[in-house]
């Protein structure tokens, strides 16, 4: 069984960064599709950006494209999600969320994955 561990997160002031992780385990990480997500209260879960099992297809959602990127390594069961210049309204509950799949197209919807972490905490601060 998949298990998935986020870290990384914190409180940080706006134009700061982070860098989160996500290392996975008990799994095929290199034939999983890997996705960052996040939820602030009150609303719903929002796609951030997700990587297919290569590492050669990369997505982004609108409200953080430019100022993330997603990278991983196959070597680790590693995913991680750069976070550069962080706005307040970035502060939510990010986590960490696979899906066995080796195509090339971004999963978006929360609904496809397979595997959740168990979040971490991210706080812009303004």
């Known amino acids: 069984q998949v298990q998935l561990v986020e870290s990384g997160g914190g409180l940080v002031q706006t134009g700061g960064s982070l860098r989160l992780t996500c290392v996975a385990s008990g799994g095929t990480f290199s034939s999983s599709f890997m996705g960052w997500f996040r939820q602030a209260p009150g609303k719903e879960r929002e796609f951030v950006a997700g990587i297919s099992s290569s590492g050669s297809d990369k997505g982004y959602g609108d409200s953080v494209a430019g100022r993330c990127t997603i990278s991983r390594d196959n070597n680790k069961n590693t995913v991680y999600l750069q976070m550069d210049n962080l706005k307040p309204e970035d502060t939510a509950v990010y986590y960490c969320?696979?899906?066995?799949?080796?195509?090339?197209?971004?999963?978006?919807?929360?609904?496809?994955?397979?595997?959740w972490g168990q979040g971490i905490q991210v706080s812009v601060s303004s």
């Open positions: 969320a696979s899906k066995k799949y080796t195509g090339g197209m971004i999963l978006i919807a929360s609904g496809t994955y397979d595997t």
